[in-house]
């Protein structure tokens, strides 16, 4: 057995995601791959793949972690932590690494657009190579200045319809900032490791945002309302998290569009889509147009340092 084999094979009782770099060491011997992209899941190759960012969408193979990669039960190492494992490893690894400057490693901004709260230490060099999302998450991309109307063009949406759909949208984050600034400042302090004891959530977003096109958006206040004075009662007892809440609120109260959670401002979107014109996005999704779409849309992955 040689030390390849033996990594992958210790790396597999530490279910760790290797399924990720056993298909980069099969790829990168096929010419035709001259770009190795690794991203946090499907959606985010679907969307990369379709930009016009010819680093991406050209003879790019992309790879991410797969649910089959996992024991059913164990804990799994996916989204970020996976890309960051991945990276972490192909620049160690003595039989992988000489194919490093074809990889590009992409992951999301979220509210660490420095990769501060990650335990793969992130050295200078690395910034050639790992890059991240102007936004929270790819999702953003779509809410962004130039391309919101972008995507109401592609619609066969007029711009007037298009600022009623802004309208809307702004009343939804002013009344919802609160709750996303301390779920943000939870996330953070939960992906940290710090010291402090974690926060036992009890309602998920799941739980508060009910999205029904029968009628508007639920937003169920009362469970919102309960969630939000937890949290704040939590954050009270930690200046530190106190501090970050303020400007988390205040960013995503400015630019909702770069800093709120992607999902979040994306479901908002389909939602309204669905709602006031009949427009099923999760059926665009799976159709050219939706490639049409992307590919006119300003896309720009930022290095670290950015």
């Given at each position: 057995m040689n030390r390849f084999e033996e990594t992958i094979r210790a790396n597999i009782a530490y279910e760790k995601p290797i399924g990720m770099i056993i298909r980069y060491n099969a790829a990168r011997v096929d010419r035709r791959n001259k770009r190795f992209v690794f991203v946090e899941g499907k959606g985010d190759k679907e969307f990369y793949i379709s930009t016009a960012n010819e680093r991406l969408n050209r003879q790019a193979y992309y790879l991410y972690s797969y649910r089959s990669d996992y024991i059913d039960g164990s804990e799994k190492i996916v989204g970020k932590a996976s890309v960051l494992y991945c990276h972490e490893y192909v620049k160690y690894s003595s039989s992988l690494k000489s194919t490093m400057e074809k990889c590009i490693f992409i992951v999301d901004r979220d509210h660490d657009p420095d990769l501060q709260y990650?335990?793969?230490?992130?050295?200078?060099?690395?910034?050639?190579?790992?890059?991240?999302?102007?936004?929270?998450?790819?999702?953003?991309?779509?809410?962004m200045e130039g391309n919101i109307q972008k995507v109401f063009k592609h619609l066969g949406l007029s711009n007037e319809e298009y600022k009623k759909f802004w309208e809307a949208f702004e009343k939804f984050w002013n009344t919802t900032v609160n709750y996303f600034a301390a779920k943000a400042v939870i996330t953070i302090n939960y992906n940290n490791n710090a010291i402090r004891p974690k926060y036992a959530m009890r309602y998920k977003g799941s739980d508060i945002f009910v999205y029904d096109t029968e009628k508007n958006i639920d937003v169920i206040h009362e469970k919102k309302r309960e969630e939000f004075q937890r949290m704040s009662e939590y954050m009270e007892k930690f200046p530190s998290l106190l501090n970050a809440y303020k400007i988390i609120r205040k960013r995503?109260?400015?630019?909702?569009?770069?800093?709120?959670?992607?999902?979040?401002?994306?479901?908002?979107?389909?939602?309204?889509?669905?709602?006031?014109?009949?427009?099923?996005?999760?059926?665009?999704?799976?159709?050219?147009?939706?490639?049409?779409?992307?590919?006119?849309?300003?896309?720009?992955?930022m290095q670290l340092d950015n």
């Amino acid at each position: 057995m040689n030390r390849f084999e033996e990594t992958i094979r210790a790396n597999i009782a530490y279910e760790k995601p290797i399924g990720m770099i056993i298909r980069y060491n099969a790829a990168r011997v096929d010419r035709r791959n001259k770009r190795f992209v690794f991203v946090e899941g499907k959606g985010d190759k679907e969307f990369y793949i379709s930009t016009a960012n010819e680093r991406l969408n050209r003879q790019a193979y992309y790879l991410y972690s797969y649910r089959s990669d996992y024991i059913d039960g164990s804990e799994k190492i996916v989204g970020k932590a996976s890309v960051l494992y991945c990276h972490e490893y192909v620049k160690y690894s003595s039989s992988l690494k000489s194919t490093m400057e074809k990889c590009i490693f992409i992951v999301d901004r979220d509210h660490d657009p420095d990769l501060q709260y990650t335990k793969y230490p992130i050295a200078s060099e690395d910034k050639n190579h790992i890059c991240r999302t102007k936004g929270y998450s790819f999702e953003n991309y779509f809410l962004m200045e130039g391309n919101i109307q972008k995507v109401f063009k592609h619609l066969g949406l007029s711009n007037e319809e298009y600022k009623k759909f802004w309208e809307a949208f702004e009343k939804f984050w002013n009344t919802t900032v609160n709750y996303f600034a301390a779920k943000a400042v939870i996330t953070i302090n939960y992906n940290n490791n710090a010291i402090r004891p974690k926060y036992a959530m009890r309602y998920k977003g799941s739980d508060i945002f009910v999205y029904d096109t029968e009628k508007n958006i639920d937003v169920i206040h009362e469970k919102k309302r309960e969630e939000f004075q937890r949290m704040s009662e939590y954050m009270e007892k930690f200046p530190s998290l106190l501090n970050a809440y303020k400007i988390i609120r205040k960013r995503i109260r400015n630019k909702p569009e770069i800093y709120m959670r992607g999902h979040d401002a994306y479901d908002y979107l389909k939602y309204y889509l669905k709602k006031e014109k009949g427009i099923l996005f999760d059926d665009i999704e799976k159709k050219q147009l939706y490639k049409t779409i992307v590919l006119d849309m300003d896309v720009h992955i930022m290095q670290l340092d950015n």
